[in-house]
């Protein structure tokens, strides 16, 4: 799956928080605060949005880079990395300013992929295609963590 409908996207944010979200994207990109923003924060982004993050990368393609290993330390793997990994989430929610809550990121982990980038060849990232989806499938995934952070509360 490459995009989320909107009917997903709705148990992430209603609709009054995904204009909020918006706006204040918009307000940090025309801002000095968009050097602060990494790969993991517009992946992020993109997933609430539930648009395809994956349009935002292009495999390295230099022949020498890439036989000096420049395609396992591509910033796509190592963003979605980041993104999986609590000890970072202080750090991804920080220039969202309190608009996404640890719950959402937690959903939205759930639906990223983890790929391995040693399982991958560069020749499998042909000009705009992925060998994996965007996320992962959903109706299953969310009611899972759902159903977990209704156990939690």
């Known amino acids: ?8 996207t709705a148990q992430i944010l209603d609709a009054d928080s995904y204009c909020a979200l918006q706006k204040h994207w ?21 997933a609430l ?3 395809d993050w994956r349009k935002g990368f292009t ?16 910033v796509l793997f190592r ?14 929610l920080g220039p969202f300013d309190g608009l996404v809550t640890p719950q959402m990121l ?25 060998p994996f989806d965007a996320y992962n499938a959903p109706e299953a995934t969310l009611a899972a963590t759902s159903n977990k952070e209704l156990a939690h509360a």
């Open 106 to 130: 937690q959903l939205i982990r759930s639906l990223l992929p983890k790929p391995n980038p040693y399982t991958y060849r560069s020749q499998q990232f042909a000009v705009g295609a992925f």
């Open 49 to 51: 949005m539930g648009k």
């Open 26 to 46: 918009s307000a940090l990109l025309n801002s000095d605060r968009k050097h602060e923003l990494s790969a993991a924060h517009h992946i992020l982004y993109l």
């Open 79 to 92: 963003a979605l990395e980041r993104l999986h990994i609590k000890v970072y989430e202080q750090e991804l």
């Open 59 to 74: 495999p390295p393609t230099n022949r020498r880079k890439l036989e000096n290993g420049a395609f396992h330390g591509w």
């Open 1 to 8: 799956m490459n995009t989320l409908s909107r009917a997903i």
